[in-house]
């Protein structure tokens, strides 16, 4: 994640914007190429019959197997890279490792290896979801990386069994699934445009060359999720009416009940304690792997706590940090809006 200079910045825009309350009740999207796609609520029969899943044992267990030290270059990092690319492929996505090597500050010369998982290796769009399975090096100790980012990593893997006969339908289908599990996101030395998000990187210049781009519909992109009472914002006007999408299924699953200890200590979640704030922010400080993807006009989600996790690049960003019953609930919600999404923009095709 971005220097911590760049957090404080963010701070002060946070306080500008909480009182800027705005209108996100928009119908239509403006996608790529200036395509205007309809968001369309899930039907109530959708809706009651994708809310009950979930299989937290299996989030659990995806957490524990992604959360070892996994610095780039070392044996936790292959470990973690084997087990994610072999669960899909178990879920019969296609895999493939996007390989590639550089010269960092104080480790030398690297090999990365970004994972990208298709759910139909054919289709003509993406949605796309994405985190980074690598954790930040640091001299003085084993940094977990809980947060940054083993458990949004396990919520995808998560998604992929929980919606495994949900997405039955878009396995052939002209607009399917993408999950990109990036490599080399963390700093080695000190964050730079030269020393970060190596695997975005690489992966958006190489797709740009090749048009693989012009494919992607929306890149949401998970970071520093699994503590406790975390908070999103919107950052891009043109994905406002998606990010708007996330807010109404947050309130549509608390009004049927289906959040787990929504309500905690007698203290409701209306505003301003929902996870998704109906706020956006005009610019943004907080640079990640959505950058190079942003810079070549893909549709950008940047779902990232803000504040940060208090624990954000310390030792103790490890297990004892991970709030499950909000990781689920957030996980919950993030499960309907890719069912939203393919449902709702399949008409658009
Ligand atoms: C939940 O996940 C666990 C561990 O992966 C698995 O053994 C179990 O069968 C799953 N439960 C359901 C209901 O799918
Ligand atoms: C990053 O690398 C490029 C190309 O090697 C170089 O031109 C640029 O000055 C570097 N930027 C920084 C901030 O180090
Ligand atoms: C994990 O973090 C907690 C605080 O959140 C800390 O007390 C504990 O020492 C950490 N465990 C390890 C193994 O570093
Ligand atoms: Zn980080």
């Known amino acids: 994640m971005s220097l911590l200079k760049a957090y404080f910045a963010l701070l002060f825009l946070l306080c500008v914007n909480v009182f800027a309350k705005k209108d996100v009740n928009g119908d239509f999207y403006v996608g790529r190429n200036q395509m205007i796609y309809r968001t369309e609520e899930l039907s109530q029969e959708k809706f009651l019959a994708y809310s009950p899943l979930s299989n937290g044992t299996h989030l659990r267990e995806a957490v524990k197997n992604i959360l070892v030290p996994r610095v780039v270059g070392s044996a936790g ?53 994405a985190c980074h399975y690598d954790s930040k090096y640091f001299e003085e100790f084993e940094f977990l990386g809980a947060t940054d980012s083993a458990v949004p990593c396990a919520m995808l893997l998560n998604m992929a ?53 012009n494919r992607l519909d929306m890149l949401v992109l998970l970071d520093l999720i ?26 549509r699953l608390s009004n049927a009940d289906m959040l787990d200890h929504y309500i905690s200590n007698g203290i409701s979640r209306q505003y301003p304690n929902r996870y998704f704030q109906p706020n956006t922010m005009r610019s943004s400080f907080v640079e990640d792997d959505h950058i190079p993807f942003l810079k070549r006009n893909v549709p950008i989600l940047h779902l990232i706590t803000l504040p940060f996790p208090s624990v954000w690049h310390t030792k103790d960003d490890n297990e004892s940090i991970i709030d499950y019953l909000a990781t689920e609930n957030i996980a919950r919600i993030l499960r309907l809006f890719i069912m939203e999404y393919l449902l709702s923009s399949q008409h658009n095709e």
């Not at 290896?113 to 054919?122: E, F, G, V």
């Not at 730079?192 to 797709?207: C, E, F, M, T, V």
């Open 226 to 251: 699994g503590a406790a009472d975390p908070t999103f914002y919107n950052f891009f006007p043109n994905t406002e009416a998606w990010y708007s999408r996330l807010i109404s299924l947050e309130e």
């Open 77 to 129: 990092h292959t470990m973690v890279r084997d087990y994610i690319a072999s669960d899909l492929r178990d879920l019969n996505w296609n895999v493939e490792i996007d390989k590639f090597h550089e010269t960092v500050p104080i480790l030398g010369k690297l090999h990365f290896h970004n994972i990208i998982a298709r759910l139909n290796p054919d289709a003509e769009r993406y949605l796309v979801l």
């Open 161 to 213: 069994h929980v919606l495994q006969e949900a997405l039955e339908p878009f396995r052939n289908s002209k607009l399917s699934l993408m999950f990109i599990f990036f490599d080399g996101e963390e700093a080695f030395k000190e964050w730079g445009p030269n020393d970060s998000i190596y695997g975005a990187r690489h992966l958006a210049k190489r797709w740009e060359d090749d048009g693989t781009i």
